[in-house]
């Protein structure tokens, strides 16, 4: 670029008239691509919708092999650099280079602290068995250890009446909730995850489970990864000083991109960890 | 754009303000209460409720982090149009979907899917 730059301002391209409107272009830009990453992301949320509706009972069972505390840590984590991720925009803003070297550092470091917990409860499951596409049963059975298997019953369905008693509920995603509550009222059978009269289909529906669970938060995590990389470049030149007051653009959009990272994993928090 | 050491471009225009500290900061604390909460609210069993409370408490915090940490509320209005506009038709997209599913999934019995592909 600096071979196109204006002069004395190495970073602005030749093509635009000032920084101010490289600035405005790059920002458009980057709230372009961040509107094509949530509808991307909304394809999962959306499947999520419709099985979460479908077997209210099997999210509910299936969530229990998820670490609340562990992804509550996570969440954390992921606020935290987003806190430091807006700070570094005020830092470049303001041309304040040593924050915002640190602020991007912590950024970085907590992008890291996200995937290594993401690790270990990967490995977890993976121990378990339960790896994506995984549907044969004996693996998932014993995921859930012997105790909370017969804790929690499965609503049988009559004859395939039941599907059609939860699928009445949904027009929305909060139907979903109300087909949950309502199911239970219908007096199905309950039987323990290990009866056999629990049928094969259901076990499976929880694979389904885990594979929704692996896309989005699999995905999620690939964003994240590639954040790392971003910001690890950013730091970089950050250090080399080429961030002013006048020139902070690929701060803030990467910032901007680190918080929709963030903005996601809140959904993803509540939806796949926090099921009654 | 007060506490600069480019005085020379301290006339640089308006909508760069750097947000004040105490901003940032407070929406960390609020997001941070507001997981607490989620996190606490799930403890309790509330049939029906469950859901739209853990989704309202995440479309608050997803608020915070765009009006503030991606500073929408003090950006260009065509911003907001266009993320905005995507959530809409995110929206649309799921609640469709979902109302699709619930008028025609009785229908479909494996039967009348065993006929239909050996057709």
Redesign the interface.
Known sequence: MSDHGHGDKPFLAHHFEDE?HQ?DSG??GI??F??TE??FF?GL??AY??YR??HPDVFQYAAQALD?KLG?IN??VL??S??T???A??NA???QKKALCLNLAITIACAFGFMGIKYLEYSHKIHLGIIPGNSTEQYLDGAFGEPKAEQVAFVVPQE?EG??QH????????????A???GQDHAHELAPWNDPAVDGIQKQNLAIFFAIYYCMTGLHGIHVLLGIVVLVWLLSRALRGHF???YYGPIDFA??YW??V??IW??L???LY??? | MTATDHAAHGDHHEDHHALPLWMLVGTWGALMGLTLLTVFSAQFDLGAFDLPIAMGIATIKAMLVLLIFMHLGFDKGFHSLLIFGSLLFVFLFISFTLMDRGQYQGDITVKDSEKLLSD
């Open positions: 101010d600035f920002k458009l709230w372009a961040l509107v949530v509808l909304s949320f959306c919708a419709i509706s479908m609340t509550a969440t954390s606020i935290l987003s806190l991720a807006a700070w925009v005020r803003q303001l041309g395939g599907e059609e699928a009445a509920g949904g027009e929305h995603a909060d139907d979903a909730a109300h949950e509550g309502g002013t007051p006048t910032a901007l918080h929709l963030d903005l809140i959904y928090f509540p939806l926090l099921i009654n």
